[in-house]
C-alpha cells in the first residue's frame, strides 16, 4: 500500500490534543465527512485527515500536553457544504461560535463557526467561486 501525501499549500500539518479522543473523533468523523475530507489513518492514540491529526495526550507525539484552544479553518465546496458542517458539529458535540453566513472579511466569505469538544475554534469556509491551477500536488511513496 502506497502512502500518499498531498502538499503544496501553507500547512504541512495541525496537531489538536484532546482530552477525550473518542468524543473528538466522533465530531471531526461527522465535520469532515460533509466536507468530503476523509479521515486516512487511525491507531492506538490518535487519527489523521489530510493535514490534521488529531491525538490523546498520551500519544507520544503529544508527550502528555493538551494543546488548548486554536482557530482552524477547513475549505468548503460551496455554502450548502458550510451550512452542512455547522449542522453535524452541533449534533456531533459541537457549540455555536458563529452561525453561517457571510461575513466582511472580503465579498463572498461565507463561514459558519462552531466550538469542538475541546474549546477549540473550528470555521468552515467558501470564498465563493474560484479556479484552481490544480487541487494539490500528489506525492507517493
Not at 6 to 28: E, M, N, P, T, W
Not at 46 to 72: C, I, K, N
Not at 96 to 111: Q, T
Request: glycine letters at 8%.
Amino acid at each position: 500500500m502506497k502512502t500518499q501525501l498531498h502538499r503544496g499549500r501553507l500547512i504541512d500539518h495541525i496537531q489538536l490534543v484532546v482530552r477525550d479522543l473518542k468524543a473528538s473523533q466522533d465530531f471531526y468523523a461527522a465535520v469532515l465527512a460533509v466536507l468530503e475530507i476523509p479521515i486516512t489513518a487511525t491507531a492506538e492514540g490518535y487519527f489523521w485527515a489530510d493535514e490534521l491529526v488529531v491525538s490523546s495526550a498520551e500519544s507520544p507525539a503529544a508527550q502528555g500536553m493538551l494543546t488548548g484552544r486554536h482557530h482552524l479553518a477547513f475549505q468548503a465546496k460551496d455554502r450548502t457544504a458550510v451550512d452542512a458542517f455547522y449542522r453535524a458539529a452541533l449534533a456531533h458535540g459541537g457549540r455555536s461560535n458563529g452561525e453561517p453566513g457571510e461575513r466582511s472579511y472580503h465579498p463572498g466569505y461565507y463561514a459558519a463557526f462552531v466550538i469542538d469538544p475541546d474549546g477549540n475554534n473550528i470555521e468552515a469556509v467558501y470564498h465563493g467561486e474560484a479556479q484552481r491551477s490544480v487541487p494539490s500536488v500528489v506525492i507517493e511513496f
